[in-house]
Each structure stands twice: as structure tokens, then as C-alpha cells.
């Protein structure tokens, strides 16, 4: 007779939403950007420089950058900033019709090809 085959039941998988999270998250932060409209967003040094070569060669290019805690975004809103960090972190992205072109310009200018 054949052995009854045992079901494994396996959790959902929670990476994707566990990064959503940390987009702008102050929790474990290791650096903040300041924009053009004063506010603070928050970032994670290792997961940008990981997926991003502009901020790769940001953080290890011993100029201020990469030693600061702060960092200026010069010309970025907050909304196409926290756009392309949700992309970085997740590598998914969902864009609004009214923030289209920023965003992309904003991933242009990062040097980001997808």
C-alpha cells in the first residue's frame, strides 16, 4: 500500500510587505533625506545601495554623503522621493496619473532603467 503523502502547510510570504514598511520608516534607519519642502524621509543605507548604483556610489564616495546622517534631495517632492523608495524596497511601484512624469524623471535622474 502506498504512504498517505503529509500536506506541510508553509505561512504566507511576508518580504514584500515587511519592506513596504520600512519605506520612509525611522526603524532602523541610517539616514534622512531632506527635501525641498523641508520634510524628512527615511532611509536604510544598505537595502538603497543594494538595489540602487546611484546610491551605491552615493554612500561610498567619501564625500559628504556617505559620511552625513543627513542627505539633501535638491528638486525632488516628497511623493516621487517616497515613490522611487517604495520602488527600490519592494520592485514594485504603483504610479498615479497625476505623478507620472515626476516620477519617472526622478527615476531617470537616479539612473534607474526599469
Do not use: N, W
Amino acid at each position: 500500500m502506498a504512504e498517505a503523502t503529509k500536506k506541510l502547510e508553509v505561512a504566507p510570504a511576508t518580504l514584500a510587505g515587511d519592506m513596504r514598511r520600512l519605506v520612509g520608516s525611522e526603524s532602523f534607519s541610517d539616514v534622512e533625506f531632506l527635501l525641498d519642502d523641508g520634510s524628512r524621509v527615511f532611509g536604510h543605507r544598505a537595502v538603497l545601495a543594494r538595489r540602487s548604483r546611484h546610491f551605491c556610489a552615493m554612500f561610498e564616495s567619501g564625500l559628504r554623503e556617505s559620511a552625513s546622517r543627513e542627505v539633501v534631495m535638491a528638486g525632488i517632492s516628497r511623493r516621487a522621493f517616497l515613490t522611487l523608495l517604495g520602488y527600490l524596497y519592494t520592485d514594485d511601484v504603483v504610479l498615479q496619473e497625476d505623478s507620472v512624469v515626476e516620477v519617472l524623471q526622478v527615476a531617470d535622474r537616479f539612473g534607474e532603467e526599469r
